[in-house]
């Protein structure tokens, strides 16, 4: 039996990815800051464990916890909907430490055990905003466009040890706490003089019709880590598939 350690999984893509892979009959590691046991089914398979990717105490401590593993996927993020001018650094540096600087740690964790196996699999999940510029999303966007870069490199990096990394860049997902989840980050509220960008931007986004479902980018991750020949980079979700094909 396989096993799979999934990062921010208490709600969104994170909790139907640790779905679809119990339903599948792999082990599942599914971690979140403060574990809750009534998000996932009682399984023999489920193992909860609390992480903070920024944590590197906690990190070490899951990890160590969690044992072997065969798959790696780096989901944990926060999100930012501001101008650049109303955003302090402060909330800056958080984005950062969680969505780029954790994915880079928790990869490291547990490249030893994959190095010395010659076996293993990280599947990052960040976002087609990467796809397509936005605004009022610049910050968050930097975060993962990073994470994209990482991650190209490091499949390079690590393909003479056969550990195989990809990237899953989901699109826009109403039914995610993406919105809830930004919004103490949003506390200072957007700068009067981008009012009426703002307006516009969510007039727009109320337009879209091609949305992401969670189970698209589970389905994603699931083909990612199973299927060799899938490419590095995998559109999750109707909107984020015409994003990269018409880039």
């Not at 990062?7 to 779905?19: D, I, K």
């Not at 990467?130 to 190209?152: D, G, H, I, Q």
């Not at 389905?219 to 060799?228: F, G």
């Amino acid at each position: 039996m396989k096993t799979v350690l999934i990062t921010g999984c208490s709600s969104g893509f994170g909790l139907e990815t640790a779905r679809y892979f119990l339903d599948r009959d792999w082990k599942v590691i599914a971690t979140m800051r403060t574990p809750r046991e009534d998000v996932l089914p009682r399984s023999e398979h489920l193992h909860m464990l609390a992480l903070d990717v920024t944590d590197p105490k906690s990190i070490r401590q899951a990890v160590d916890a969690a044992g072997p593993i065969d798959v790696l996927v780096n989901n944990a993020g926060i999100g930012v909907l501001n101008a650049l001018e109303g955003t302090s650094m402060d909330i800056a540096r958080e984005v950062f430490e969680t969505n780029t600087l954790g994915t880079m740690a928790m990869t490291q964790a547990v490249l030893p055990q994959f190095r010395q196996r010659k076996a293993g699999v990280i599947v990052n999940v960040t976002s087609s905003v990467t796809l397509r510029s936005l605004p009022l999303l610049s910050v968050y966007t930097a975060s993962k466009a990073a994470v994209n870069a990482f991650t190209e490199s490091l499949a390079l990096e690590l393909k003479p040890f056969n550990v195989r990394v990809s990237l899953v860049l989901p699109g826009r997902a109403p039914e995610t706490r993406f919105g809830e989840n930004a919004r103490p980050r949003m506390q200072a509220g957007f700068p009067e003089a981008y009012a009426d960008l703002v307006q516009s931007v969510f007039v727009g986004w109320e337009q879209l019709t091609a949305i992401t479902r969670s189970q698209d980018v589970a389905e994603a991750v699931w083909r990612a880590a199973n299927d060799p020949s899938s490419p590095v980079r995998m559109a999750a979700g109707a909107d984020a598939v015409a994003l990269s094909e018409a880039r």
